[in-house]
């Protein structure tokens, strides 16, 4: 994606009041998410020592920023991607039983983004995981949990209306649940990002459900690293996947805005199918699938939710820059302060 300028931009907040609305945004939304889904908080690390598998390997291809320990004899260690994994280990060595879990906020370093409206190189998030039954490894808990997070969001922003009468609502009431297999086979000529344009600006809320595995054209809606999300267990629906997107509609680019990725995770056995479908059963041998493998983690469901990127579209702003600080082009700035988007 390239830059969008939108026109005409009017900013709705000055500088100095946004960063009060983003204080408020933060602590009501993580006190709503813990009392929606059964949380608490938990300290999160920076970087985790490379060759224990517990980093996130996103679509496991992405190179996390790495460095040596002098203290340590030089042992490796990496920035977070996320921590998808490490959640899911904390719940079994805090003891964290079935219907309660854990969140946190994440901070990464992703020097592989392309820099525009959405994607920066720093990346924060609230990161959560839940301890749940094998029996409620299906699609409908899946739905459920999604409804408690989109009901989350709603009610900060009618806290962002209710301070600010300026900025007015914009989320439809429900959020709509939609298969990539059935967005694959009713827009056969469109590409993944196409389709979720559509679906996303019909309804206004979507959770686009299976996102890894192979579609009916033979390729996924969007890539999943194996080890986390389970994208390959066939559920209810006859489709492959309990995991997927929330996306809204973003009225000031006029574009679907990813908020959250999420699913059900890996059980044993969709761990060991999903490494032998992507090529690298060899990860077996990582401390983290040693331990998921042997039956040493709890059944989970978690995601990631972006704290930047939530407080951008309820505070209706072009740029994630209007409420981060990071670093971004020089012209990629001067294109945004002649538009009068103001960059922190």
Same mark, same amino acid.
């Given at each position: 994606?390239?830059?969008?300028?939108?026109?005409?931009?009017?900013?709705?907040?000055?500088?100095?009041?946004?960063?009060?609305?983003?204080?408020?945004?933060?602590?009501?939304?993580?006190?709503?998410?813990?009392?929606?889904?059964?949380?608490?908080?938990?300290?999160?690390?920076?970087?985790?020592?490379?060759?224990?598998?517990?980093?996130?390997?996103?679509?496991?291809?992405?190179?996390?920023?790495?460095?040596?320990?002098?203290?340590?004899?030089?042992?490796?260690?990496?920035?977070?991607?996320?921590?998808?994994?490490?959640?899911?280990?904390?719940?079994?060595?805090?003891?964290?039983?079935?219907?309660?879990?854990?969140?946190?906020?994440?901070?990464?370093?992703?020097?592989?983004?392309?820099?525009?409206?959405?994607?920066?190189?720093?990346?924060?998030?609230?990161?959560?995981?839940?301890?749940?039954?094998?029996?409620?490894?299906?699609?409908?808990?899946?739905?459920? *949990? %999604? +409804?408690?997070?989109?009901? #989350?969001?709603?009610?900060?922003?009618? !806290? $962002?209306?209710?301070?600010?009468?300026? /900025?007015?609502?914009?989320?439809?009431?429900?959020?709509?649940?939609?298969?990539?297999?059935?967005?694959?086979?009713?827009?056969?000529?469109?590409?993944?990002?196409?389709?979720?344009?559509?679906?996303?600006?019909?309804?206004?809320?979507?959770?686009?459900?299976?996102?890894?595995?192979?579609?009916?054209?033979?390729?996924?809606?969007?890539?999943?690293?194996?080890?986390?999300?389970?994208?390959? *267990? %066939? +559920?209810?629906?006859?489709? #492959?996947?309990?995991?997927?997107?929330? !996306? $809204?509609?973003?009225?000031?680019?006029? /574009?679907?805005?990813?908020?959250?990725?999420?699913?059900?995770?890996?059980?044993?056995?969709?761990?060991?199918?999903?490494?032998?479908?992507?090529?690298?059963?060899?990860?077996?041998?990582?401390?983290?699938?040693?331990?998921?493998?042997?039956?040493?983690?709890?059944?989970?469901?978690?995601?990631?939710?972006?704290?930047?990127?939530?407080?951008?579209?309820?505070?209706?702003?072009?740029?994630?820059?209007?409420?981060?600080?990071?670093?971004?082009?020089?012209?990629?700035?001067?294109?945004?302060?002649?538009?009068?988007?103001?960059?922190?």
């Amino acid at each position: 994606m390239s830059l969008i300028i939108p026109k005409p931009y009017r900013r709705k907040l000055l500088p100095e009041t946004t960063e009060i609305a983003i204080k408020m945004i933060k602590d009501s939304f993580q006190s709503s998410l813990a009392q929606a889904l059964n949380l608490r908080r938990v300290t999160a690390p920076l970087f985790l020592l490379t060759g224990t598998g517990l980093n996130d390997d996103l679509n496991g291809v992405e190179h996390a920023v790495s460095f040596s320990i002098d203290a340590m004899d030089s042992r490796k260690a990496e920035v977070v991607h996320s921590l998808a994994k490490w959640k899911r280990y904390k719940l079994g060595a805090y003891g964290i039983p079935a219907g309660f879990g854990l969140y946190t906020d994440m901070n990464a370093i992703r020097t592989f983004e392309d820099l525009d409206n959405l994607h920066s190189l720093y990346v924060d998030q609230w990161d959560w995981e839940k301890t749940i039954r094998e029996e409620d490894r299906n699609i409908e808990y899946l739905k459920e *949990t %999604v +409804n408690k997070i989109y009901g #989350a969001i709603r009610k900060v922003e009618a !806290l $962002v209306y209710e301070r600010f009468p300026h /900025i007015t609502p914009t989320l439809p009431e429900n959020i709509t649940f939609i298969y990539a297999e059935d967005l694959a086979r009713e827009y056969p000529d469109l590409t993944p990002k196409e389709r979720e344009t559509v679906v996303t600006k019909k309804y206004g809320a979507v959770f686009i459900i299976g996102i890894g595995a192979d579609l009916c054209d033979g390729k996924p809606h969007d890539g999943r690293a194996p080890d986390y999300d389970d994208w390959s *267990t %066939v +559920n209810e629906a006859g489709y #492959a996947g309990l995991n997927g997107d929330i !996306l $809204v509609w973003n009225h000031v680019l006029d /574009i679907p805005f990813e908020l959250s990725s999420m699913g059900i995770r890996v059980s044993p056995e969709s761990l060991t199918r999903q490494l032998e479908l992507r090529g690298c059963p060899e990860k077996a041998n990582l401390t983290f699938h040693r331990m998921l493998l042997n039956g040493e983690l709890p059944y989970s469901i978690g995601g990631g939710i972006g704290q930047s990127r939530l407080c951008m579209f309820l505070l209706h702003k072009a740029h994630i820059g209007e409420v981060q600080a990071s670093i971004w082009p020089e012209q990629q700035i001067k294109e945004c302060a002649e538009a009068g988007i103001e960059l922190l």
